[in-house]
């Protein structure tokens, strides 16, 4: 359990604020809940190998979800029907073996977790896995399995977890409420889209020391969220981190990216076309890019039109960047937001933005207002008319660009399996770790 909250001083009265608005985490610890009832899988028919333990996991389930927790000690335990953890009331599970997808699955995600209150998803020695082989599908273009889905959980924590090579998305959280997500490494093949690393939606959020390979984003906040705090995050050959895709009635106001490294990945992208509601009150700030694609970008016409008349964008603030664009074709800046909701109250403080390659980077601005880049200035919010601009930049900025010693040059296979990586301890340069990996001994003597 812990309780993080923080207040920004000394910004303009338009910037950004945002906060966790109480404690996250698990109200009992996992070693009272073990020490109340354990469930070892292995009492439950599971074998060390390549055989189907989805049953043995659901029946301890069923013993220990109301105060106990489910313990998957060292081996390789197969996963083909599925694993279903709802209803749980101060549980927990701790993974030090390893899940592998076992054939073809029956259901959309190897394991779902779904209706629990103080619940904790760890690995006790962090050396538990899921292993999801999901080249086997994604090498023919096609998709299998999620991972991952965690849905209407509060009080919750999920940590010291690799999930590998996923056939789909690796980690959704949707509705969940006073979480901490972290220490966690994300490990898969780039070349196919919707193979998002994290998408989470809900309230009240600690995001943390998480590392992502992979063919999509890697940290995604949805709609509708808010107070989510976001921080050292390191997206190592990733889509990156994003905003969206938003729809109808989008709500999302009070988040808080900080600490964002980007190898060969996109460190903000606002996407939408044609939807509704408000985004408001997001920082992003102590950001370095390697390479990104769409490096700082609002794009309000991007992918399909959902009908709506736009997402109304306010009190952005990006503060403290410095970063390259691999392809000058597209804007080292890019704020494009809908004609008919301009955006407003927009602030670029301190972002150096080059390019890879080339002796120039280029800035597009349609309907934005605020400071900084190709933004127009606003006095008032009641006449913001439409406009397109875009703007050379030939002068290069200082850049303070450290790299990491984890950053990968080459891609997984998509060919065939890969070994689990060792969880890292270091997610942006010359920041600690904020929460210790468990160890064995730390895990209670299981």
């Known amino acids: 359990m812990k309780l993080f909250g923080f207040i920004l001083l000394g910004l303009a009265p338009t910037a950004a604020l945002a906060q966790l608005t109480g404690k996250v985490g698990p109200l009992v610890s996992f070693k009272d809940k073990a020490k109340n009832k354990t469930c070892d899988i292995t009492d439950y ?11 043995a996991i659901n029946s301890a389930w069923k013993d220990c979800k109301v105060g106990g927790l489910v313990y998957i000690p060292p081996g390789t335990y197969g996963i083909e029907h599925g694993v279903s953890l709802t209803g749980g009331v101060s549980s927990a599970v701790q993974l030090d073996g390893t899940l592998t997808r076992h054939g073809k699955g029956d259901s959309n995600q190897m394991v779902i977790v779904k209706g629990c209150s103080d619940f904790e998803f760890f690995s006790g020695n962090s050396k538990g896995a ?6 086997e599908y994604l090498r023919d273009g096609k998709y299998g399995e999620r991972l991952f889905r965690f849905e209407d959980l509060e009080d919750f924590s999920v940590h010291g977890i690799a999930a590998i090579d996923s056939p789909a998305y690796y980690f959704v959280f949707d509705t969940v409420s006073n979480g901490e997500i972290y220490n966690i490494l994300i490990r898969g093949i780039t070349v196919l889209g919707a193979t998002d690393g994290i998408d989470v939606w809900g309230n009240n959020v600690w995001v943390h020391d998480i590392e992502a390979t992979n063919g999509d984003e890697c940290v995604t906040v949805k709609s509708p969220s808010n107070n989510i705090l976001i921080e050292s995050i390191y997206c190592n050959l990733s889509g990156g981190t994003a905003l969206g895709s938003l729809g109808l009635d989008t709500n999302i106001t009070n988040i808080h990216y900080r600490n964002l490294y980007m190898n060969d990945a996109d460190a903000c992208f606002l996407k939408t076309n044609g939807g509704s509601g ?21 794009d309000e016409a991007w992918g399909r039109d959902n009908g709506g008349h736009g997402v109304q964008v306010s009190n952005l603030t990006f503060r403290d960047w410095y970063g390259t664009n691999k392809d000058t074709s597209r804007p080292a800046i890019r704020l494009e937001c809908d004609p008919h909701v301009p955006c407003y109250d927009i602030t670029l403080d301190n972002v150096n933005i080059w390019t890879d390659k080339g002796s120039h980077v280029y800035w597009s601005c349609e309907n934005v207002y605020g400071s900084g880049a190709c933004m127009k200035k606003a006095d008032s919010t009641s006449h913001l008319s439409t406009f397109t601009t875009t703007v050379s930049i030939t002068a290069k900025p200082t850049l303070s660009m450290p790299t990491m010693s984890g950053d990968l040059t080459t891609p997984p296979p998509t060919t065939t399996s890969f070994t689990i990586p060792k969880m890292p301890t270091s997610f942006y340069p010359g920041v600690s770790q904020i929460s210790t ?9 299981l």
């Open 437 to 445: 990996l468990l160890s064995l001994d730390s895990a209670g003597g």
């Open 45 to 55: 028919g599971a074998k060390d190998g390549t055989s189907d333990a989805s049953d």
């Open 130 to 135: 899921i292993q999801g082989y999901g080249y």
């Open 278 to 298: 408000t985004v408001s009150n997001i920082l992003w700030e102590n950001v370095i890019v390697h390479g990104g694609s769409y490096p700082l970008t609002i």
